[in-house]
């Protein structure tokens, strides 16, 4: 595996001098080939992602399929804009030269996913890349391994290698990918593992893009819509059973609005996610990726009511379906470890306060979020809240929806990633910004060259333009 490995990277680093030179329409027909190729496999792609997560058709479609579908087509209708040479300002040495920003590709690179979303985010970044123009080698996750059997076919049937390649394979194969000098990186996945990434890549000085994650909190207070927001979380936390990056980690919620919260987050709860017999629709509910992650997410459980946090509601675990069902707790002690570590399962944590300090100060003292949400209806609030904090994104009285708008660049912010995707975002990410200045033949720059005697006029010439 690694000699092939090592041969079609060898074939890239060749063809990315073609690729460098491909025109919009070129790079457009390739994004038309991977749509018409997902279309094709569209129903093997959700077999997939039922076998590995029991995601039902319709979250598939919304969350996975649809979602790389409208990033081709976003990128298709605005490629020949981002590739125009962008013109710039002139300053008083280059008065007469003309000045422009080149998006060129980066050449060959290493786009690795993880399981939780595993066909939509290998497909995004893909999306971008081949809309910059680059040879690009695909590493998706072997957990959900049903997905990137399907994403290998996929790309095997619709490209050649030298152009696209994907590899499956455990983390040696990884590890051996990450030793190759890639012209970039793009990693989806756990922080732990993107500093390994970034160090990985240190060594080859490949610039890198991080998807990270974190604990994405939610701040709601005494002027909130209780039933609006507890609707809108049950759904943004229990999508996929939890295990999204930007899912609600935990509520801060007013204290006065603690019970009718539950109460609220309950009955949103049981609307969406059970069945008329009052019974937890796993046709609808995604299981836990693997024995592995469940036990992680029960011990959590177990570590915060051994602390003293109390289940206000949920806490079961069908361990033969790996479904754990939708879980309140009340009186997370802040030193439990569920309040320490990303928990990307359908556990929320509530902790109740009297004073917006108090949230503030614990969000501050932690690693930055991936995002945060606010729900409140003053204005002054959510402008404090937003000023006072540093997230990758947020969203006012919502939850999880900015990652769905490719107008709006989509990343984190030191612990939760570098970098940002998405759009013109994502085009850049995989594009370097060349500096292109084309003097005239009568050079101004001439009046700053040696010697430097009697040029006391030159000096307050450009204090003055200064």
């Not at 680093?13 to 030179?21: C, D, E, H, I, Y």
């Not at 909130?224 to 229990?238: P, R, V």
């Not at 996610?273 to 995604?286: C, E, G, H, I, V």
Request: glycine share 4%.
């Amino acid at each position: 595996m690694t000699d092939h490995i090592q041969t079609v990277f060898e074939l890239q680093q060749k063809n990315k001098a073609v690729l460098q030179w491909s025109t919009a329409k070129q790079r457009i027909v390739k994004l038309r080939q991977l749509r018409t190729a997902i279309e094709e496999f569209e129903e093997q792609i959700y077999d997939a992602l039922q076998t590995d997560l029991r995601k039902s058709k319709f979250e598939s479609a919304l969350t996975e399929v649809f979602f790389a579908l409208s990033e081709i087509d976003f990128a298709i209708k605005n490629l020949k804009q981002w590739m125009k040479p962008k013109r710039v300002r002139r300053t008083l040495t280059s008065i007469l030269a003309t000045n422009r920003i080149y998006q060129q590709p980066r050449g060959v690179c290493l786009i690795i996913a993880p399981w939780n979303y595993p066909f939509q985010l290998i497909m995004s970044p893909l999306i971008s890349a081949i809309a910059a123009g680059n040879c690009i080698i695909l590493k998706p996750s072997e957990i959900s391994s049903a997905t990137s059997n399907v994403i290998t076919q996929l790309i095997k049937n619709t490209f050649q290698a030298e152009d696209i390649a994907c590899f499956e394979g455990d983390r040696a194969i990884s590890e051996f990918l990450l030793q190759l000098p890639f012209d970039h990186i793009f990693f989806t996945g756990s922080t732990t593992v993107g500093k390994a990434v970034m160090q990985a890549a240190s060594k080859n000085l490949s610039s890198v893009t991080l998807e990270l994650g974190g604990k994405s909190p939610v701040i709601i207070d005494e002027t909130a819509d209780i039933k609006d927001a507890a609707s809108k979380i049950a759904w943004g936390k229990l999508i996929n059973a939890g295990q999204t990056c930007i899912a609600p980690d935990h509520v801060f919620i007013q204290r006065s609005k603690l019970e009718e919260f539950i109460q609220q987050y309950k009955e949103a709860v049981t609307r969406q996610f059970f069945n008329d017999q009052q019974q937890l629709d796993r046709a609808q509910y995604s299981k836990i990726i693997n024995r592995q992650h469940a036990e992680r997410l029960m011990g959590l459980i177990t570590d915060a009511v051994d602390n003293g946090a109390s289940i206000a509601w949920g806490g079961e675990v069908l361990w033969p379906e790996l479904t754990i069902y939708p879980t309140l707790l009340s009186h997370v002690p802040l030193d439990s470890k569920i309040m320490q570590e990303e928990i990307f399962g359908p556990i929320l944590p509530i902790i109740p306060y009297d004073n917006l300090e108090m949230p503030l100060n614990i969000i501050n003292s932690k690693s930055k979020p991936l995002a945060l949400y606010i729900f409140s209806k003053n204005k002054l609030t959510v402008k404090r809240l937003l000023k006072s904090t540093s997230s990758g994104g947020a969203c006012i009285n919502d939850v999880v929806i900015h990652v769905s708008n490719p107008n709006l660049p989509f990343g984190g912010v030191n612990g939760s990633g570098i970098g940002s995707c998405h759009g013109i975002f994502g085009f850049k990410t995989f594009s370097h910004e060349r500096s292109v200045a084309f003097q005239s033949a009568f050079n101004m720059s001439q009046l700053i060259y040696p010697p430097y005697t009697k040029k006391e006029w030159v000096m307050k010439l450009l204090r003055k333009f200064m």
